[in-house]
């Protein structure tokens, strides 16, 4: 299974829904200077989600694993209108799930 295949199956176990890949978008997030995620976000259309009509997907390794990955996927919903948002709403709720504070 390739990867967009898997991000787009991933897309349907969670969303209920089809999907169709549109683009891969590069992104780097940095703060205070330093990256703290480089990676490709892909974009996905979504036929008939009721929220959104995109989703942005990636997926990474869980503790170094090469077997075992975890899929984050942001659904297009305003505030989070771009790939570098998704990214950026991503990492803030990793953190707050953390117990961090913003």
Do not use: C
Not at 29 to 43: K, L, R, S
Not at 83 to 88: H, I, K, L, M, N
């Amino acid at each position: 299974m390739n990867y967009i295949t898997e991000l787009s199956d991933a897309i349907r176990r969670v969303h209920h829904v089809k999907s169709r890949h549109v683009k891969s978008w590069p992104v780097t997030e940095t703060y205070q200077g330093a990256i703290v995620w480089d990676g490709v976000v892909e974009v996905f259309d979504l036929v008939g989600h009721p929220e959104a009509p995109r989703v942005y997907a990636w997926s990474h390794s869980i503790d170094g694993s090469k077997k075992s990955r975890r899929h984050v996927l942001v659904l297009h919903v305003p505030p989070v209108t771009s790939p570098e948002f998704a990214v950026r709403t991503a990492i803030l709720r990793e953190f707050s799930d953390l117990g961090g504070t913003s």
